[in-house]
């Protein structure tokens, strides 16, 4: 079982940076490939990135990339989602999401991939 926590959302201007950070419990969390999806109103969940067990693969959305950056540090079981140059459009709820294949899996932008979810938090960039 894993329990995972995200934090650092807030409001903020376009063209501004945010630190998403999503705390996992339990001693298995280096085993995991994690995920940040995010749902915006009115609209289906979608993938954003994801990062292997150990960082070495990586992949991100066509629409943030080069804007949105993914690590992890498994000594902390923790998975940053840093964000700069931030637009209206990547208003959503953020979530993260731990995936038992630990990275190698092709269908990683699939929700049904990920077994466990954080509760999110919300990310308002304002125009």
């Known amino acids: 079982q894993v329990q995972l926590v995200e934090s650092g959302g807030g409001l903020v201007q376009a063209g501004g940076s945010l630190r998403l950070s999503c705390t996992a419990s339990?001693?298995?969390?280096?085993?995991?490939?994690m995920g940040w999806f995010r749902q915006a109103p009115g609209k289906e969940r979608e993938f954003v990135a994801r990062?292997?067990?150990?960082?070495?693969?990586?992949y991100y959305a066509d629409s943030v990339k080069g804007r949105f950056t993914i690590s992890r540090d498994n000594a902390k079981n923790t998975v940053y989602l840093q964000m700069i140059s931030l637009k209206p459009e990547d208003t959503a709820v953020y979530y993260c999401?731990?995936?038992?294949?630990?990275?190698?899996?092709?269908?990683?932008?699939?929700?049904?991939?990920?077994?466990?979810w954080g509760q999110g938090t919300q990310v308002t960039v304002s125009s």
């Open positions: 339990g001693r298995t969390f280096s085993s995991y490939a």
């Open positions: 999401a731990a995936s038992a294949d630990a990275g190698l899996a092709i269908n990683f932008m699939s929700l049904t991939l990920y077994r466990y």
């Open positions: 990062i292997s067990w150990n960082g070495g693969r990586i």
